[in-house]
């Protein structure tokens, strides 16, 4: 069973506006939200996180939402820049156990 | 070095061969954990040590998969008897504390089963 699910395989944003990345989970025991960010031939790197006791982390351009009720957040960017075109993931946890990940968005930013 | 390596970064295999893929976390890492990773998926995990100790291996898919860290450092994971769906990238991750979120993943191994 997917108990992470990022339900857009790709999304295309120009340069400049708002780029929302979306992701529903299943499992009520997760207490941990990250997003990660992939680039072509490399590893997954840490991009911003959130505890489930809150419902928005803001880190620069980068903010996660996070809402309980409906098992859902989303990561904004804004502005999106050309660098920010890469794969996202995000991926959730149980008392910082193992992490479960999404299947990812393949986001791209047009100039 | 300053980042988590692994080795090789590709791998052929023919079914039927066993292989090793190393991990080289940060130094003083005591958490390392491996992922799965399959063509459009996301990362899938495989394995948790802590220091020397294995603490979780369910996410194992199979007996023909087996893991170490006999020194609470390098870390090699073998498949014996490849097959096609063992096909993948596996992803290795270290971290300071344990448990610890503040994973820094390597770049993978490619495997590729024929």
């Known amino acids: 069973d997917q108990q992470v699910k990022q339900n857009s395989p790709s999304l295309s944003v120009q340069e400049g506006r708002i780029s929302i990345l979306n992701c529903d989970y299943t499992?009520?025991?997760?207490?941990?939200f990250l997003w990660y960010k992939k680039y072509p031939a490399e590893g997954p790197t840490f991009l911003i996180s959130?505890?489930?006791?809150?419902d928005k982390n803001e880190d620069g351009r980068f903010t996660v939402f996070l809402n309980k009720s409906a098992k859902h957040l989303s990561l904004h960017i804004v502005p999106s820049q050309p660098g920010d075109s890469a794969v996202y993931f995000c991926?959730?946890?149980?008392?910082?156990?193992?992490?479960?990940f999404g299947q990812g968005t393949r986001l791209t930013i047009n100039p | 070095g300053a980042g988590v390596s692994q080795s090789p970064r590709y791998k052929v295999a023919k079914r039927g061969q066993d292989v090793a893929l190393r991990c080289d976390p940060i130094?003083?890492?005591?958490?390392l954990f491996w992922y799965q990773q399959a063509l459009g998926q996301g990362p899938e995990f495989l394995t948790y040590?802590?220091?020397?100790?294995?603490?979780?291996k369910s996410g194992l898919p199979s007996d023909r998969f087996f893991a170490e860290r006999p020194e609470g450092s390098v870390s090699t994971l073998k498949i014996q008897r490849t097959q096609q769906e063992d096909s993948a990238v596996y992803l290795c991750?270290?971290?300071?504390?344990?448990?610890?979120?503040?994973?820094?993943f390597g770049s993978g191994t490619r495997l590729t089963v024929v």
């Open positions: 959130i505890s489930s006791i809150k």
């Open positions: 499992n009520s025991m997760f207490d941990y």
């Open positions: 130094s003083g890492h005591v958490s």
């Open positions: 040590f802590q220091n020397e100790a294995q603490l979780d």
């Open positions: 991750a270290s971290s300071k504390d344990s448990p610890n979120y503040g994973y820094t």
């Open positions: 991926a959730a946890s149980v008392k910082a156990q193992k992490l479960v």
